[in-house]
């Protein structure tokens, strides 16, 4: 009975070990691969102060249209949204995507510093690569919505959508591993809840009820959190963790964009 509660302890620490270890290829396994953007889209580098290259994709906006900023969930690469890039052009929105260090192409190892350092820099020169906007929108689905809400923090954006918001890395964590003391774990925490009563502006989040990934509650909390007098909530019945670029879900985020 000692040997085995020793075997026990052993391999349960040795599984926790390797969480610790190898938290950045769980939490950001991005595809590198780089791939070229369709004619209407213009690759632009982007080189941070640490001497890493980001890659990020850009569509100017058609008249008075206004312009998204960008940021993807952790699975994939920017060409994985190319479908939804087409749409947004077609109606003649501006485009900046940001491909993530070790994604799309872009150098470095991604982590919550550099991620947010990053953003930011791509706010910083967006009248360089894009040209002047009517309107600037955050897009964030999944991780995406947590960097988008952190810069949101600092720079508020004309409106913001997010899809399938988490509240915290360590309630993700703690939730999906429960077994394991994730919270002393892990590096990166990316907390927006506690960013979201600094968010004043319209807003628009969407989210599956039956989302395995991130919990329909942690939506909600969000949702809830936010101080934007103009806020609205897209639940879908049913669906899981993707899908919310459906028709229902595009005519409702088309219908927020052109009401703003």
Same mark, same amino acid.
């Given at each position: ?57 850009? #569509?100017?906006? %058609?008249? !008075? ?12 690469? @920017? &060409?994985?949204? *190319? ?69 949101? #923090?600092?720079? %508020?954006? !004309? ?12 309630? @993700? &964590?703690?939730? *999906? ?72 879900? %595009? ?10």
């Amino acid at each position: 009975m000692k040997k085995l509660l020793i075997l026990a302890v052993t391999l349960y620490c040795a599984a926790f070990g390797a969480i610790v270890l190898f938290q950045n290829k769980l939490i950001y396994p991005f595809d590198p691969t780089r791939e070229q953007p369709e004619l209407r889209i213009t690759e632009f580098k982007l080189i941070t102060t640490d001497d890493e290259t980001l890659i990020v994709w850009v #569509a100017r906006p %058609q008249g !008075d249209q206004p312009t998204i900023l960008y940021f993807h969930g952790n699975a994939g690469n @920017l &060409a994985n949204r *190319a479908q939804r890039f087409d749409r947004m052009i077609d109606r003649g929105y501006g485009l900046v995507a940001l491909g993530y260090r070790g994604s799309s192409g872009s150098t470095g190892e991604p982590n919550q510093s550099r991620l947010r350092a990053d953003s930011a820099l791509v706010h910083k020169v967006l009248d360089q690569i894009v040209g002047k906007t009517n309107k600037l929108i955050y897009y964030g689905e999944s991780l995406g919505t947590t960097v988008a809400i952190h810069l949101a #923090a600092y720079h %508020q954006p !004309d409106a913001m959508i997010l899809e399938a918001p988490f509240t915290s890395l360590k309630t @993700l &964590a703690g939730a *999906a591993m429960p077994y394991f003391p994730t919270s002393l774990g892990l590096n990166d925490t990316w907390d927006s809840l506690s960013q979201m009563p600094k968010i004043t502006a319209p807003l628009l989040v969407l989210h599956g009820t039956a989302d395995a990934v991130v919990p329909y509650e942690h939506g909600q909390e969000i949702f809830a959190a936010a101080a934007s007098k103009q806020k609205s909530f897209h639940s879908v019945d049913g669906l899981g963790h993707s899908g919310h670029w459906s028709v229902s879900g %595009q005519k409702t985020i088309y219908k927020f964009i052109d009401g703003l």
